[in-house]
């Protein structure tokens, strides 16, 4: 049987990882709730398969018990990490998701001291978010080591995945978050703005703060006490996500979720393989310190989802192989700043 898991395989996310995987003869099992659909993409791509549900820990243990490491591609990750990572901890098998999302990657940050003690790693953020990312601020730690500020930037093409929209969905409410002086602080949405050079042709772009997982991840792969994450968006967006700010309360309704995912459900899709082929990634970053100096770096890469389907197969291959440092890790914390120019087509930049 296979080292590897993915759990969640048939999703939009979890199916082109299933599908590069076996591809690239990794022989994965595929795993989650929904049999009919399990043995449909099992038979299409010549994998076993598992069934099994999140609320069922001794099937849960059964189904890992053979597996190096499990891929959790079940979002939202607010929903499925806990269970999963009971799971790998009575287990033993490494942890591994495609999450983004801030409150995940504290969560599973406080699991550290049980995982090293397990014997297990816990690397979530796996896909584009956060490798690009925290990649890039590990990078800009290396070059301006004693800097205690950070802002990082992305630019994103073409759309999201009904998961991806589902997982927004989920944190209507939830407004913005940054780190400062070590400690996450809670932000209206979109509360700061500017302008930044993804470079490679691009003019200059207007982004807005969101609370990226790297508010989490790059203070524990870097120390880097404030940091601030920003995604590319319209000024009229902007103005947009402040206005929806004012009605946060609604959007926390348990009717208006329901309408939210119903409609998700009927009108997404996500990118489809010419959009993945042909769209493109831009990250920027920089790091700061008190003397005024300051680190600018930037990548450019495929188009998310793709290069999602990239990083998670080059971190899983790295833990079947047995380079899987205990207890909880982030992605360049655990494989370094270069692990992003591993991905064919990823380019790196330092600007100042």
Known sequence: MSGLLVY???GYTGNLIAEAAAERGLDPVLAGRERRTLESQAARLNCEFEVASLDEPTVLDMVLGDATAVLNCAGPFSRTWEPMVE??????????DITGELTVF????????????AGVMLLPGVGFDVVPTDCLAAHLAERLPDADRLE??????????RGT??????????????????????????HESRT???GWG?????????????????YHTTGIPNVTTYMAMPRRAV??????????????LPPVRTGLQWLIEQTTEGPDADERASGESYVWGEARNDDGDRAVSRLRGPQTYALTVETALATARRALDGDAPAGYQTPAGAYGPDLILDVEGVEREDVV
């Not at 799971?87 to 591994?96: I, K």
């Not at 929209?165 to 979109?190: F, N, Q, S, Y």
């Not at 691009?202 to 790059?218: K, N, Y």
């Not at 103005?239 to 926390?252: C, D, E, H, K």
């Open 152 to 161: 990082l930037a992305f630019r994103a093409e073409n759309g999201v995945s």
């Open 202 to 218: 691009l003019e200059s772009q207007h982004v807005a703060a969101i609370p990226w997982g790297d508010v989490s991840t790059a």
């Open 239 to 252: 103005r947009m996500q402040r206005m929806a700010g004012l009605v946060t309360p609604l959007l926390s």
């Open 196 to 198: 930044v050079e993804f």
């Open 87 to 96: 799971a790998c901890l009575r287990t033993g098998t490494h942890y591994l």
């Open 106 to 117: 504290e969560a599973i940050h406080e699991q550290d001291d049980r995982a090293a003690d």
């Open 8 to 10: 969640g395989s048939y």
């Open 165 to 190: 929209a589902k997982t927004m969905v989920e944190h209507l409410d939830g407004g913005g978050a940054v780190r400062r002086g070590g400690r996450i602080e809670d932000v209206p949405v979109a």
